[in-house]
């Protein structure tokens, strides 16, 4: 039975614990927000990560990151290592978006390491198989092997699955009158869009969605919505065509809650800083409080190799809006497959965003987390800022650096405000 289900029937699950400890809430209170579907804990119930995760009302900002091979660089070694980081910088999960190399031996060996929330987007696998056997991913692609990936992924573990259900028939329509710079730029969602064209029919992710809340439910795999036509370009953003989608979404959300699956619903992408609030909110309202999984969002398109921070700039602004998940972005975003070092920037970047968010939102934990860190600071106590502080290692780098003789900073030296404040 799912959390979804458990929490109607009143049971406060073993999960539903660990996230009420870890975030210092109410089990009671936690479970009734996951019975309304405005909480979700992704947990696969045959892979039983050490870590749970809960995203949604009430809760801190959870920060996922997306690592994976390509089809240029498919070392496994080297995508474990970036796991690693972002298990350290502080990630709250994972996804394993691989294009390159033995995909199932590449999901398989990131398991077996996660400690955290594991997702995946199932249709890529569908897309490379048929490319391996000969045929254009459009063409040979056929709506049971797009089935088939998102069984495959649920039996193997994962703990939440993008699928790009939202991205019909009636969308496609729009788009096509749509005077888009960038057009659709969800690789999910242009697989489906070219496959539509090409073979006439509706997306069978949205015609065979009971089929997919049916393998949901019996895993326990939470359904990540995703946003197909995501703006990718500012000057997309919030047209006819992303919000058609979102009120698929918010259809599709009724209805696995219907099944009591959990869902998460996805959002854009590039967008201007003034439209953030409002997509959130309109995002909101339309999903009845389902959760917010936000890619960004960016909010200049001018920025490359600095993308980790024009994302961080609007996952905070999402976040304090109230979207409930942060997808980072690294400083490799729309350039290249990102390095491990990237990837931590990017969990930093992403995780900034969050708490900043937290602040904005109430969350108390951040608060207090805020308030130890300036009474470190008011005491001059540099290994309490260090052991308080979101990245030890380069705080403490700086300091070391340039080093003083005094117990302060080399910035101000003896002129440093605390200092004087202490007459010492």
């Known amino acids: 039975m799912t959390q979804l289900l458990r929490a109607r029937e009143g049971v406060i699950t073993e999960e539903m614990r660990r996230v009420a400890q870890e975030e210092g809430c109410d089990p009671q209170a936690l479970r009734e927000r996951i019975a309304q579907g405005k909480v979700v804990i992704p947990f696969n119930r045959l892979r039983r990560a050490k870590r749970v995760c809960g995203i949604g009302q009430g809760l801190r900002t959870k920060v996922n990151a997306n690592i994976g091979t390509s089809v240029d660089y498919t070392s496994v070694e080297e995508e474990l290592d970036k796991l690693r980081a972002a298990e350290k910088a502080g990630a709250d999960a994972v996804m394993d978006l691989s294009t390159g190399g033995d995909l199932r031996e590449v999901r398989r060996r990131i398991m077996e390491e996660a400690t955290i929330t594991l997702g995946s987007v199932p249709i890529y696998e569908a897309v490379v198989e048929a490319s391996r056997k000969g045929h254009s991913a459009t063409r040979g692609m056929k709506a049971r092997d797009m089935l088939g990936a998102i069984r495959r992924h649920c039996e193997d573990g994962v703990d939440f699955v993008t699928v790009h259900c939202g991205a019909t028939r009636g969308v496609l329509k729009l788009l096509k009158e749509s005077q888009r710079v960038c057009g659709v730029v969800s690789r999910g969602g242009v697989f489906l869009v070219e496959w539509m064209s090409v073979h006439g029919c509706e997306n069978p992710l949205y015609e065979n969605f009971d089929e997919i809340l049916s393998m949901a439910r019996e895993y326990d795999v939470t359904l990540s919505l995703g946003d197909a036509m995501r703006p990718g370009a500012l000057a997309d953003a919030f047209d006819r065509v992303q919000v058609y989608e979102l009120n698929v979404l918010a259809e599709l959300a009724q209805r696995a809650w219907d099944k009591g699956v959990q869902v998460i619903i996805e959002g854009p992408g590039h967008v201007p800083m003034h439209q953030i609030a409002a997509q959130v909110q309109l995002q909101k309202e339309l999903c009845r409080g ?14 490359p190799g ?7 700039i609007g996952g905070a602004l999402a976040a304090a809006a109230g979207a409930d998940f942060l997808c980072y972005v690294t400083p490799s975003e ?10 931590w920037d990017g969990v930093m970047a992403s995780r900034i965003a969050a708490h900043a968010a937290d602040i904005a939102k109430g969350i108390k934990s951040a608060w207090e987390w805020d308030k130890t860190m300036s009474q470190m600071r008011r005491k001059r106590d540099w290994e309490g800022q260090f052991a308080t502080c979101i990245d030890r290692e380069k705080a403490k780098s700086f300091r070391e650096s340039r080093p003083s003789t005094d117990n302060v900073c080399s910035m101000c030296g003896q002129y440093c405000v605390f200092k004087v404040a202490d007459g010492t």
């Open 334 to 343: 729309h350039l290249s497959l990102p390095r491990v070092q990237d990837v």
């Open 306 to 312: 600095y993308d980790h921070i024009t994302s961080a």
């Open 290 to 303: 389902a959760p917010f999984y936000v890619l960004g969002p960016l909010v200049t398109d001018v920025a």
